[in-house]
Protein backbone atom coordinates (compact mmCIF):
# COMPACT_ATOMS: atom_id res chain seq x y z
CA UNK A 1 0.00 0.00 0.00
CA UNK A 2 3.09 2.50 0.83
CA UNK A 3 4.13 1.81 -2.46
CA UNK A 4 0.93 2.79 -4.30
CA UNK A 5 1.01 5.44 -1.86
CA UNK A 6 4.67 7.21 -3.08
CA UNK A 7 3.51 6.14 -6.81
CA UNK A 8 0.38 8.64 -6.61
CA UNK A 9 2.28 11.43 -4.76
CA UNK A 10 5.25 10.89 -7.28
CA UNK A 11 2.70 11.71 -10.11
CA UNK A 12 1.06 14.38 -8.58
CA UNK A 13 3.97 16.09 -7.49
CA UNK A 14 5.23 15.74 -11.45
CA UNK A 15 2.07 17.18 -12.99
CA UNK A 16 2.84 20.17 -10.12
CA UNK A 17 6.73 21.26 -11.22
CA UNK A 18 5.59 20.38 -14.76
CA UNK A 19 2.61 22.64 -14.52
CA UNK A 20 4.46 25.72 -12.55
CA UNK A 21 7.67 25.11 -14.63
CA UNK A 22 8.24 28.41 -16.83
CA UNK A 23 10.85 30.77 -17.83
CA UNK A 24 10.65 34.76 -18.31
CA UNK A 25 12.78 35.70 -21.50
CA UNK A 26 12.43 39.41 -21.36
CA UNK A 27 10.48 41.29 -19.09
CA UNK A 28 12.16 44.76 -19.87
CA UNK A 29 14.31 43.74 -16.44
CA UNK A 30 17.40 44.73 -18.43
CA UNK A 31 15.81 46.91 -21.71
CA UNK A 32 16.72 45.50 -24.94
CA UNK A 33 18.74 42.33 -23.25
CA UNK A 34 16.99 38.88 -23.07
CA UNK A 35 17.31 37.11 -19.50
CA UNK A 36 19.83 34.79 -21.96
CA UNK A 37 22.06 38.23 -22.38
CA UNK A 38 20.46 38.18 -26.21
CA UNK A 39 20.12 41.17 -27.72
CA UNK A 40 16.76 42.16 -29.41
CA UNK A 41 17.14 43.00 -33.46
CA UNK A 42 14.94 44.59 -36.09
CA UNK A 43 14.66 44.14 -39.70
CA UNK A 44 12.26 44.61 -42.53
CA UNK A 45 11.82 42.66 -45.79
CA UNK A 46 14.31 44.92 -47.31
CA UNK A 47 16.94 42.39 -46.93
CA UNK A 48 15.28 40.39 -49.56
CA UNK A 49 13.98 43.71 -51.79
CA UNK A 50 10.87 44.20 -49.74
CA UNK A 51 9.67 47.83 -49.32
CA UNK A 52 8.29 47.76 -45.73
CA UNK A 53 9.36 49.87 -43.52
CA UNK A 54 9.37 50.78 -39.87
CA UNK A 55 11.08 50.71 -36.37
CA UNK A 56 10.93 49.33 -32.42
CA UNK A 57 12.24 51.44 -29.97
CA UNK A 58 11.72 51.10 -26.26
CA UNK A 59 8.74 53.17 -25.17
CA UNK A 60 6.20 53.24 -22.14
CA UNK A 61 2.71 52.33 -23.31
CA UNK A 62 -0.41 52.84 -20.89
CA UNK A 63 1.61 52.96 -17.95
CA UNK A 64 3.96 49.85 -18.78
CA UNK A 65 7.32 49.31 -20.83
CA UNK A 66 7.40 47.55 -23.88
CA UNK A 67 9.38 47.17 -27.01
CA UNK A 68 7.09 49.28 -29.39
CA UNK A 69 7.82 47.98 -33.03
CA UNK A 70 5.77 50.27 -35.28
CA UNK A 71 6.22 50.58 -39.33
CA UNK A 72 4.28 50.13 -42.59
CA UNK A 73 3.91 46.93 -44.54
CA UNK A 74 3.25 46.04 -47.66
CA UNK A 75 3.53 43.08 -50.28
CA UNK A 76 4.75 45.69 -52.84
CA UNK A 77 7.98 44.05 -54.68
CA UNK A 78 7.42 40.64 -52.77
CA UNK A 79 7.75 41.92 -49.58
CA UNK A 80 5.36 42.12 -46.39
CA UNK A 81 6.82 42.02 -43.17
CA UNK A 82 8.84 44.08 -40.26
CA UNK A 83 10.05 42.13 -37.16
CA UNK A 84 11.78 42.17 -34.00
CA UNK A 85 13.91 39.13 -33.25
CA UNK A 86 15.95 37.32 -30.94
CA UNK A 87 18.44 34.37 -31.36
CA UNK A 88 18.33 32.30 -28.42
CA UNK A 89 21.64 30.92 -26.94
CA UNK A 90 21.27 28.53 -25.57
CA UNK A 91 18.34 26.89 -27.32
CA UNK A 92 15.02 26.31 -25.73
CA UNK A 93 13.26 22.60 -26.00
CA UNK A 94 9.57 22.70 -26.71
CA UNK A 95 10.20 19.21 -24.51
CA UNK A 96 10.73 21.49 -21.53
CA UNK A 97 7.58 23.87 -21.81
CA UNK A 98 3.83 23.87 -23.46
CA UNK A 99 4.46 26.48 -25.50
CA UNK A 100 5.17 30.42 -25.13
CA UNK A 101 3.30 33.32 -23.43
CA UNK A 102 3.70 37.09 -24.88
CA UNK A 103 1.68 40.36 -23.17
CA UNK A 104 0.98 42.53 -26.21
CA UNK A 105 -0.87 45.80 -26.52
CA UNK A 106 -1.97 46.50 -30.44
CA UNK A 107 -3.98 48.41 -32.52
CA UNK A 108 -6.97 45.52 -33.43
CA UNK A 109 -4.60 44.00 -35.86
CA UNK A 110 -3.37 40.44 -36.43
CA UNK A 111 0.49 39.61 -35.37
CA UNK A 112 2.09 36.15 -35.10
CA UNK A 113 5.35 34.60 -33.31
CA UNK A 114 7.60 33.14 -35.48
CA UNK A 115 10.22 30.19 -34.34
CA UNK A 116 13.16 28.88 -36.14
CA UNK A 117 14.79 25.49 -35.20
CA UNK A 118 17.84 23.49 -36.41
CA UNK A 119 15.41 21.90 -38.99
CA UNK A 120 14.50 25.52 -40.30
CA UNK A 121 17.33 26.31 -42.48
CA UNK A 122 15.88 28.65 -45.36
CA UNK A 123 14.70 31.96 -44.93
CA UNK A 124 11.11 30.89 -45.84
CA UNK A 125 10.71 28.39 -42.97
CA UNK A 126 9.18 28.75 -39.51
CA UNK A 127 7.03 27.94 -37.22
CA UNK A 128 4.11 30.44 -36.89
CA UNK A 129 1.13 31.32 -34.41
CA UNK A 130 -1.14 34.05 -35.17
CA UNK A 131 -2.96 36.33 -32.53
CA UNK A 132 -5.18 39.75 -32.63
CA UNK A 133 -4.34 42.36 -31.03
CA UNK A 134 -6.39 45.20 -29.00
CA UNK A 135 -6.01 48.23 -27.53
CA UNK A 136 -5.63 46.67 -23.96
CA UNK A 137 -2.76 44.94 -22.33
CA UNK A 138 -3.60 41.40 -22.59
CA UNK A 139 -1.46 38.25 -22.52
CA UNK A 140 -1.35 35.28 -25.40
CA UNK A 141 -0.62 31.64 -25.01
CA UNK A 142 0.70 30.13 -27.91
CA UNK A 143 0.41 26.61 -27.49
CA UNK A 144 3.87 24.73 -29.21
CA UNK A 145 0.98 22.21 -30.54
CA UNK A 146 -0.68 25.53 -32.25
CA UNK A 147 2.20 26.69 -34.46
CA UNK A 148 2.10 26.16 -37.28
CA UNK A 149 4.94 25.13 -40.92
CA UNK A 150 5.37 27.56 -43.02
CA UNK A 151 7.07 25.20 -45.70
CA UNK A 152 6.35 21.56 -46.92
CA UNK A 153 9.55 20.43 -46.39
CA UNK A 154 10.28 20.73 -43.00
CA UNK A 155 8.58 18.54 -40.32
CA UNK A 156 5.05 19.05 -39.05
CA UNK A 157 5.76 18.86 -35.00
CA UNK A 158 6.98 21.73 -33.67
CA UNK A 159 7.51 19.80 -30.63
CA UNK A 160 10.49 17.87 -29.35
CA UNK A 161 12.75 20.70 -31.49
CA UNK A 162 15.06 22.92 -30.01
CA UNK A 163 13.77 26.49 -30.76
CA UNK A 164 16.92 28.65 -31.59
CA UNK A 165 15.10 32.23 -32.50
CA UNK A 166 12.19 33.80 -31.63
CA UNK A 167 10.28 36.94 -34.03
CA UNK A 168 7.45 39.47 -33.12
CA UNK A 169 6.05 39.64 -36.83
CA UNK A 170 3.92 42.29 -38.43
CA UNK A 171 3.29 41.01 -41.86
CA UNK A 172 2.10 39.40 -45.05
CA UNK A 173 -0.77 42.33 -46.10
CA UNK A 174 -0.41 45.57 -46.54
CA UNK A 175 -1.12 47.71 -43.30
CA UNK A 176 0.17 49.90 -40.36
CA UNK A 177 1.88 47.74 -38.06
CA UNK A 178 1.39 49.20 -33.94
CA UNK A 179 2.49 46.84 -31.47
CA UNK A 180 3.87 46.98 -27.96
CA UNK A 181 5.73 43.59 -26.36
CA UNK A 182 5.74 44.06 -22.78
CA UNK A 183 7.26 40.30 -21.16
CA UNK A 184 7.86 36.89 -22.98
CA UNK A 185 8.29 33.80 -21.82
CA UNK A 186 7.88 29.82 -21.95
CA UNK A 187 4.88 28.53 -20.03
Known sequence: MKF????ILFIIFSQNVN???SMILDNLA??????QKQNW???TDGVMGGLSQGKAIISNVDGVDCYHMTGNVTTENNGGFIQIR????????????EGIYLKVFGNDENYSIHLRTALTMAPWQYYK???KTNSEWNEIRAPFNKFKKSNAYQPTNLIGQKIKSIGLVAGFKDFTADICLSE???Y
Open 86 to 97: NQLKPTISTKEY
Open 30 to 35: TPGVTS
Open 129 to 131: FSF
Open 4 to 7: FSVI
Open 184 to 186: IGF
Open 41 to 43: AFF
Open 19 to 21: ANN
